[in-house]
């Protein structure tokens, strides 16, 4: 039963069943904003980590991130934040930081994105804490800022991308829509604090760990071999409008309208692709007049693509969606077709028959909407359904007495003089 909170209202006491166990006893605090970091605990608390998100009492700079229902509640915060605990305290006073200081210490294990000289700098907390384990994000190795779509601008990607018969010294770039970097460094951080966990559980020594967000993105650009390759061939890669780089695949429109991807990096999905398009005989033709096999390998299907893609266009203006796919998935081969977003969160492919979503009870915006469970799953363990969000503050006063011991008193007065907050459901 939900018991009554130091501000006479009902506290909300839902089960908190993590979606798997496996980091059952880690607690983390969380001290974080936007995507990268929030994303850090996310993935930690899926797991069953208990991860503990302070925020200034006002909300941290992603409370009410666009967009909002109608309620005021942003639906960024709401999903990045499932599974989490909520403290909000008035990070903007002196008490305030050291509450939080004395969490992080208490608690042994910090994600943050605030910077390292900040009242929360690693050192500070582990003067307190010697083995702290932090994972902290930042912008460049060099202490400048940056953001997802900043870096992006750095890492030579826009500039690959878009149609391929764009002038190149005039065509401008193409932004990606998703904050791919913020998930990539998220996820790398979650990775990193469990890496220094296990340091630290072997040697007994604490970590201070740093993530730059734009390490991640040109050593992720490094790592795909792409910058070798720019190197090596001393110019950049061509745009190729929808086209795989190296390999065969694109996106092509069937007689009814449907625009499909279709890609193929083995023999058996080229073999499939060409029986699905029935093209054996038009593909045969094409090999003998350029003097390839396009079986042997990406290399002449890739060299060759634009004869390949008028072949398969052509076929596929012939056929109708329904007859298309079916013949596609006959073959087994690797297709999808193309849906607007609003178009995929309604699939059930994709989402009702899919267990990775699960039934999100109790979000703070009010809106029910199906939510992810843990992307890892685990045969023969239950998942459990995704937990909700928190409200701000929730947890502040559960927080504050079992990790630093204080009384109903004194964080009462801490809530009167204005240095924590309790829930903002109301």
């Not at 904003?33 to 069953?48: E, H, K, N, R």
């Not at 200034?56 to 666009?66: E, I, N, S, V």
Request: aromatic content about 8%; overall charge negative; proline content about 5%.
């Amino acid at each position: 039963m939900a018991q009554p909170g130091l501000d006479g209202g009902p506290t909300r006491t839902l089960p908190r069943i993590p979606m798997y166990n496996l980091l059952d006893g880690l607690s983390i605090i969380e001290a974080s904003s936007f995507v990268a970091s929030p994303t850090a605990g996310l993935y930690c608390a899926q797991m069953g980590a208990e991860v503990i998100r302070v925020d200034h009492k006002a909300g941290g700079l992603d409370y009410d991130r666009y967009m909002l229902t109608k309620e005021g509640r942003s639906l960024s915060w709401e999903n990045l934040n499932r599974a989490k605990k909520s403290v909000a305290l008035d990070l903007r006073s002196g008490e305030g930081r050291e509450l939080l200081v004395e969490l992080a210490a208490r608690t042994g294990n910090l994600i943050t994105n605030l910077p390292e000289k900040s009242f929360l700098s690693h050192d500070a907390i582990a003067a307190k804490r010697p083995d702290l384990v932090s994972v902290r994000i930042m912008g460049w190795h060099d202490g400048r800022q940056a953001m997802d779509f900043t870096v992006n601008a750095a890492s030579g990607y826009p500039l690959m991308c878009g149609p391929e018969d764009w002038d190149v010294a005039s065509a401008p770039p193409v932004n990606q829509v998703l904050p791919a970097w913020d998930f990539v460094t998220g996820a790398y951080c979650a990775f990193a604090l469990l890496a220094g966990l296990r340091h630290r559980d072997a040697s007994g020594e604490g970590s201070a760990i740093r993530v730059p967000l734009g390490d991640v993105a040109i050593g992720t650009m490094a790592n795909s071999g792409a910058m070798a390759e720019m190197l090596y061939r001393g110019a950049d890669r061509q745009r190729l409008g929808n086209a795989i780089w190296g390999a065969f695949g694109r996106d092509f429109r069937s007689r009814d309208g449907v625009r499909f991807m279709v890609a193929a990096l083995t023999s058996k999905q080229w073999n499939g692709l060409v029986a699905a398009f029935d093209l054996a005989s038009e593909i045969a033709v094409l090999e003998n007049e350029l003097g390839v096999r396009f079986a042997d390998g990406d290399s002449p299907r890739f060299e060759n693509r634009h004869r390949l893609f008028d072949l398969f266009q052509s076929r596929a203006e012939a056929m109708d969606w329904a007859e298309l796919s079916t013949r596609l998935a006959e073959q087994g081969t690797t297709f999808e077709r193309y849906r607007t977003m609003y178009e995929a969160a309604r699939d059930a492919e994709l989402v009702a028959d899919n267990p990775l979503f699960g039934p999100s009870p109790a979000n703070p915006s009010g809106f029910d909407y199906p939510a992810t469970r843990s992307f890892a799953n685990i045969p023969g363990r239950a998942a459990g359904d995704p937990a909700p969000a928190p409200y701000l503050g929730q947890h502040t006063e559960e927080v504050l007495a079992e990790r630093l011991g204080l009384s109903s008193g004194a964080i009462g007065a801490l809530v009167d003089r204005g240095v924590a907050r309790l829930s903002d459901a109301n």
